[in-house]
């Protein structure tokens, strides 16, 4: 620790007495400065020992010495050093009187004793202070490399709360708490969530102190990682504010945990790409060859159901199943590391944090750039992923309002999901279309998450709001509504009539009100108009979605 006036005293060079502040004498001394201004304070920081002669102060006025002590107290003056036999051959009572009232401790320095001695002594005592703390810090990063080497960031968290006297957590890109030491400090670290995504919003690197309540402690929390966005966090609880060894140790372990994002930032990187090949050999129907290259990172993922989801958050071109080979190897761009705001990024730190916590594979390769950024998906059915991935659809959904704007059609910059059934190593390339279909879907309704198993379970109808469609029932209609307008019969409606009856002739004239004859010559009149024949059933099915279509403005 720096020194403070009762090191001071007790060096038995200096022989300095103390006449005042007894009390006071454990207050750490941060430099020593030698004054003889009546007014010294503008020159003063806090902390400093002030040594003087009373060259030019009155030291045996009371009211000028209450005066000159107590604005010497309010500068944060530590100690007065007051030389005798020079000015004076003792320490005037007014001044002595002064320093007891204010509380400050007071030094009577003998002629023998230079100034310059005591700045040195407290110069001295500084540098060894500031060397123990240093050699303490070399020390710390020591430990800190080795318990990182040896036991990963576990270690390296024990061994950082153990020099700190206190407790340490790392949080990943989610903000979700990764390890604590000691083991009690997990729930304190749970409960600081809210800061950490917070502190993650701002450019990395970054730091902020969160002042506890009453009785709690003071926890640092910083940002890991060099990229734009922090790659994880850590939090560091103490008592009080760290010593000079106590920051050289959490700076240590704030250099070390950055190695080690980066480091598995490039295998991230390496995984992606062994993950793109993966991908392509599923989709090319080579499913042994893609467990082959899997191996054990993605192995254990190939032998159960899995889902297979595609993301956009802009339009892109639509890709067929046949395109995987043009699937951009992994690595090139990572969506982690896009602009904040990103939902892409959003989704892939989601997925990924919540397969990391529940200890399963979860594949994720990055397809396109720039605006034709998509991102595919292959995670276990009903795994933690499939679930983050459905719970971070459901949040954009809320924020953009909550309501489902059906048949509006979704803004351009605006994240879209679609899931696959659960297939298998076999069916990839049919689940990979599946979730385009999805997706597709999706788009077009002006939804951020659609399920393939949703739609067969709702109805085709909604689906033909499509513009084309329209356009397709409208031209393919307009002769008949042409033909009934002039009021020589009704034969759009006499149509409908006949195709909801399945042709049956009198349930349909039934419904028209008409007799069976007059509808048989109006189904003639809809042949000989549209040229079509109505035994056709492509045909009957085609009439049938334009007038559901036109029905459906």
Same mark, same amino acid.
């Given at each position: 620790?720096?020194?403070?006036?009762?090191?001071?005293?007790?060096?038995?060079?200096?022989?300095?007495?103390?006449?005042?502040?007894?009390?006071?004498?454990?207050?750490?001394?941060?430099?020593?400065?030698?004054?003889?201004?009546?007014?010294?304070?503008?020159?003063?920081?806090?902390?400093?020992?002030?040594?003087?002669?009373?060259?030019?102060?009155?030291?045996?006025?009371?009211?000028?010495?209450?005066?000159?002590?107590?604005?010497?107290?309010?500068?944060?003056?530590?100690?007065?050093?007051?030389?005798?036999?020079?000015?004076?051959?003792?320490?005037?009572?007014?001044?002595?009187?002064?320093?007891?009232?204010?509380?400050?401790?007071?030094?009577?320095?003998?002629?023998?004793?230079?100034?310059?001695?005591?700045?040195?002594?407290?110069?001295?005592?500084?540098?060894?202070?500031?060397?123990?703390?240093?050699?303490?810090?070399?020390?710390?990063?020591?430990?800190?490399?080795?318990?990182?080497?040896?036991?990963?960031?576990?270690?390296?968290?024990?061994?950082?709360?153990?020099?700190?006297?206190?407790?340490?957590?790392?949080?990943?890109?989610?903000?979700?708490?990764?390890?604590?030491?000691?083991?009690?400090?997990?729930?304190?670290?749970?409960?600081?969530?809210?800061?950490?995504?917070?502190?993650?919003?701002?450019?990395?690197?970054?730091?902020?102190?969160?002042?506890?309540?009453?009785?709690?402690?003071?926890?640092?929390?910083?940002?890991?990682?060099?990229?734009?966005?922090?790659?994880?966090? !850590? #939090?560091?609880?103490?008592? $009080? /504010?760290? *010593?000079?060894?106590?920051? &050289? +140790?959490?700076?240590?372990?704030? %250099?070390?945990?950055?190695?080690?994002?980066?480091?598995?930032?490039?295998?991230?990187?390496?995984?992606?790409?062994?993950?793109?090949?993966?991908?392509?050999?599923?989709?090319?129907?080579?499913?042994?060859?893609?467990?082959?290259?899997?191996?054990?990172?993605?192995?254990?993922?190939?032998?159960?159901?899995?889902?297979?989801?595609?993301?956009?958050?802009?339009?892109?071109?639509?890709?067929?199943?046949?395109?995987?080979?043009?699937?951009?190897?992994?690595?090139?761009?990572?969506?982690?590391?896009?602009?904040?705001?990103?939902?892409?990024?959003?989704?892939?730190?989601?997925?990924?944090?919540?397969?990391?916590?529940?200890?399963?594979?979860?594949?994720?390769?990055?397809?396109?750039?720039?605006?034709?950024?998509?991102?595919?998906? !292959? #995670?276990?059915?009903?795994? $933690? /992923?499939? *679930?983050?991935?459905?719970? &971070? +659809?459901?949040?954009?959904?809320? %924020?953009?309002?909550?309501?489902?704007?059906?048949?509006?059609?979704?803004?351009?910059?605006?994240?879209?999901?679609?899931?696959?059934?659960?297939?298998?190593?076999?069916?990839?390339?049919?689940?990979?279309?599946?979730?385009?279909?999805?997706?597709?879907?999706?788009?077009?309704?002006?939804?951020?998450?659609?399920?393939?198993?949703?739609?067969?379970?709702?109805?085709?109808?909604?689906?033909?709001?499509?513009?084309?469609?329209?356009?397709?029932?409208?031209?393919?209609?307009?002769?008949?509504?042409?033909?009934?307008?002039?009021?020589?019969?009704?034969?759009?409606?006499?149509?409908?009539?006949?195709?909801?009856?399945?042709?049956?002739?009198?349930?349909?004239?039934?419904?028209?009100?008409?007799?069976?004859?007059?509808?048989?010559?109006?189904?003639?009149?809809?042949?000989?108009?549209? *040229?079509?024949?109505?035994?056709?059933?492509?045909?009957?099915?085609?009439?049938?979605?334009?007038?559901?279509?036109?029905?459906?403005?």
């Amino acid at each position: 620790m720096p020194p403070t006036l009762a090191s001071l005293v007790h060096h038995s060079a200096l022989k300095l007495t103390v006449r005042a502040g007894e009390d006071r004498l454990d207050v750490p001394v941060r430099w020593a400065h030698v004054s003889e201004l009546a007014d010294p304070v503008p020159y003063m920081e806090g902390g400093e020992l002030l040594l003087v002669t009373a060259l030019k102060l009155d030291a045996e006025d009371p009211e000028a010495m209450r005066r000159y002590v107590k604005r010497l107290v309010g500068a944060g003056v530590v100690g007065l050093g007051f030389a005798v036999g020079v000015n004076y051959e003792e320490i005037p009572k007014a001044l002595v009187d002064a320093a007891e009232e204010e509380g400050l401790p007071l030094l009577e320095v003998p002629r023998r004793t230079p100034f310059l001695a005591i700045s040195k002594a407290v110069s001295a005592a500084i540098a060894a202070d500031q060397y123990r703390a240093v050699t303490a810090g070399f020390a710390a990063q020591r430990e800190l490399t080795r318990q990182a080497l040896a036991e990963g960031p576990e270690g390296l968290l024990a061994a950082l709360a153990s020099q700190v006297d206190g407790w340490a957590a790392l949080y990943d890109a989610s903000g979700a708490v990764v390890a604590t030491a000691p083991e009690w400090a997990g729930r304190r670290a749970a409960r600081l969530t809210a800061d950490v995504e917070r502190l993650r919003e701002r450019p990395a690197p970054a730091s902020s102190v969160v002042g506890g309540p009453e009785n709690e402690d003071r926890v640092e929390l910083h940002s890991i990682g060099t990229g734009r966005r922090p790659r994880a966090a !850590l #939090a560091v609880g103490t008592a $009080a /504010a760290p *010593g000079t060894a106590e920051r &050289y +140790a959490v700076h240590s372990a704030i %250099a070390l945990l950055t190695l080690t994002t980066e480091r598995s930032r490039s295998l991230h990187a390496a995984e992606q790409r062994i993950g793109a090949a993966v991908l392509r050999m599923l989709l090319a129907g080579e499913p042994d060859h893609a467990r082959a290259v899997a191996g054990d990172l993605y192995g254990g993922l190939l032998d159960a159901p899995f889902r297979m989801i595609v993301a956009e958050s802009a339009p892109v071109a639509r890709m067929s199943v046949d395109s995987h080979a043009h699937l951009e190897v992994a690595g090139k761009t990572n969506p982690a590391d896009r602009a904040e705001g990103d939902p892409l990024a959003g989704l892939t730190e989601a997925v990924e944090a919540a397969a990391a916590r529940a200890g399963e594979a979860v594949l994720v390769v990055p397809e396109g750039d720039g605006e034709g950024m998509r991102l595919v998906v !292959l #995670a276990a059915d009903g795994g $933690a /992923a499939v *679930g983050a991935c459905a719970d &971070y +659809a459901s949040a954009m959904e809320a %924020a953009r309002g909550g309501a489902v704007r059906e048949q509006t059609g979704a803004d351009e910059d605006e994240l879209v999901i679609g899931e696959s059934a659960p297939v298998g190593p076999i069916a990839a390339a049919a689940g990979y279309k599946q979730a385009e279909q999805a997706l597709s879907v999706a788009r077009r309704r002006g939804r951020v998450f659609v399920e393939h198993e949703q739609l067969a379970a709702g109805s085709v109808v909604p689906l033909l709001a499509d513009d084309a469609v329209k356009a397709f029932a409208d031209g393919l209609l307009r002769p008949l509504y042409e033909h009934d307008a002039t009021g020589r019969g009704d034969l759009v409606a006499s149509l409908r009539a006949w195709l909801s009856r399945h042709g049956q002739w009198d349930a349909a004239a039934a419904d028209l009100g008409v007799h069976r004859h007059t509808l048989r010559y109006r189904m003639r009149r809809v042949e000989e108009i549209l *040229g079509r024949s109505l035994d056709d059933p492509d045909v009957r099915m085609e009439l049938w979605l334009a007038l559901k279509a036109t029905s459906a403005e």
